[in-house]
C-alpha cells in the first residue's frame, strides 16, 4: 500500500515539502486546462510570480 504523500497539492502541500525554495523555483505544468489552470492558481496563491510559471495547456486526454 502506498505510505507517500497523498493529499491534494495546495499551499501547505508546497510549503511543506519546498520550504524557502518555494519562490525560488520556475514551475513547468503542462496537462488538462482544469488541472492546469488549479494548480497555475495554487502557485499564485502561494505567492510564486506569474513570470515564474509556465503553462502549457492540452486538450484531448
Known amino acids: 500500500m ?3 504523500e497523498a493529499r491534494r497539492i495546495d499551499t501547505d502541500l508546497l510549503r511543506d515539502h519546498l520550504g524557502d525554495e518555494l519562490l525560488a523555483s520556475t514551475y513547468l505544468i503542462a496537462g488538462p486546462p ?3 489552470e488549479a494548480i497555475e492558481k495554487t502557485l499564485t496563491d502561494a505567492g510564486v510570480p506569474e513570470e515564474q510559471i509556465r503553462p502549457e ?5
Open 2 to 4: 502506498w505510505e507517500g
Open 57 to 61: 495547456r492540452f486538450s484531448g486526454y
Open 34 to 36: 482544469a488541472m492546469v
